[in-house]
């Protein structure tokens, strides 16, 4: 446990770009004049249940941002969070039910721009306890674990390609079981996925 929090620690201690959902369409160029919203989102690894495992979650469907997709638990930094980090640990306790005190933070992620106006910062932490994950109804259809092993082999990755407002994106997928794991989240896992490789 001991060598993973510093492999962690080490990896987000490397200094490199951020990403964004355009990495792949560099073609399309960013949007003129975007105003983009900071936000906060939780990489939470369980360490409780022996292998590492990674918290993610399945958004409701009813949601205006992002529905149905895999995600980590997190949101937009409110005016009454400190920070970025305060977002994301509130976000979690909300739509997880994760105790703040429970999360060990290690450091932050590069900031990833999302399509959608966002300007995330993963904040990875470590959760050496067990808690009881209660998904919030308005939120969150589920809360799953993927093991970190998974996670961190670039060799899972893939890039496909959608329509999407009539113009052909590209994006990355890290596929796990019935999981579906894309966009920002898989954009971001292989952010962090790429600077354990490079220790």
Known sequence: ??????NLRAALARSGPGSSDFDLNLDSGLPEGRKLRPAGVLVAVSLATGAPRVILTKRSSALKHHPGQIAFPGG???D???????????????EIGLPSELAQVLGKLPEHETITGFRVTPVVAILKQGFKIAPEPGEVDEAFQVPLAHL????NYLVESRIWRGVRRHYLVVPFGPYYIWGATAR???????RMQSG
Do not use: F, Y
């Open 152 to 155: 961190m082999n670039p060799d």
């Open 1 to 6: 446990m001991n060598d993973l929090v510093e």
């Open 80 to 94: 009454d969070d400190a920070d970025v980090t305060a977002a994301a640990l509130r976000e979690a306790r909300e």
């Open 188 to 194: 971001m896992l292989r952010g962090l996925a790429e």
């Open 76 to 78: 937009k930094q409110d």
